[in-house]
Structures are given as C-alpha cells and as structure tokens.
Nanobody, 119 residues
C-alpha cells in the first residue's frame, strides 16, 4: 500500500512563501489523483488543491487560487505545493492524499505538516 510523507512546513510571516512536498512510495495504481487538504484548529478539513497524475491537470480551491501551485515529479515520486502570498488564515496542518482511480479505492493520507502564518 502507498506510504505518503509530507515535509516543508514551518513558520512564515504574512506575505511570505513556503514549499510543501509529499514523497510517495509503494504506489502501484495505474491511474490516481494526488492533492492537499488542510485543517485548522476547531475547523473541518478543507480541500486545497489536487492534480491528476497522468495529465498533470491541476484544480484549486477558490481560497488559494492564484497564490498556490500544485505540481508533481516522477523521479522521485513527489507532489509539491508552492504557497505564495501566505495569509494568517492559511495556518493549518496540511495533509497530502492519494486517491486511486484504477483500480478505484479509498484515499491514502500522510501524517500532515504544520504551516503557521504570523500577522
């Protein structure tokens, strides 16, 4: 089964940038989607961005559109999230996920990485 590990979180001032990475191992699915969710204290887990692996087609939540960029690399197998113009409301634990399409199945999740944006 796939194993996902996030990295790159930290503390940054408002207006600054961070780059998150998610390393994937043990992935044997033919078609799949990867992306990011985030969860702030006391709030529901929120969709951030996703990418279809085969095509590289991205999709973003309105709250991050124009500020965040999702991308993927084949060697090593990695999905990235470049976060620019960060705002205090971006503060959350960011989780990487992999959703199998072929064969279909439940999503796999990383352990999360903390992003804190100070005002």
């Amino acid at each position: 089964q796939p194993h996902l590990v996030e990295s790159g979180g930290g503390l940054v001032q408002a207006g600054g940038s961070l780059r998150l990475s998610c390393a994937i191992s043990g992935n044997t699915f033919i078609r799949y989607i990867m992306g990011w969710y985030r969860q702030a204290p006391g709030k529901e887990r929120e969709f951030v961005a996703r990418i279809t692996w085969s095509s590289g087609r991205p999709y973003y939540a309105d709250s991050v559109k124009g500020r965040f960029t999702i991308s993927r690399d084949n060697a090593p197998n990695t999905v990235n999230l470049q976060m620019n113009s960060l705002k205090p409301e971006d503060t959350a634990v960011y989780y990487c996920y992999l959703e199998p399409l072929l064969p279909s199945g439940d999503a796999y999740w990383g352990q999360g990485t903390q992003v804190t944006v100070s005002s």
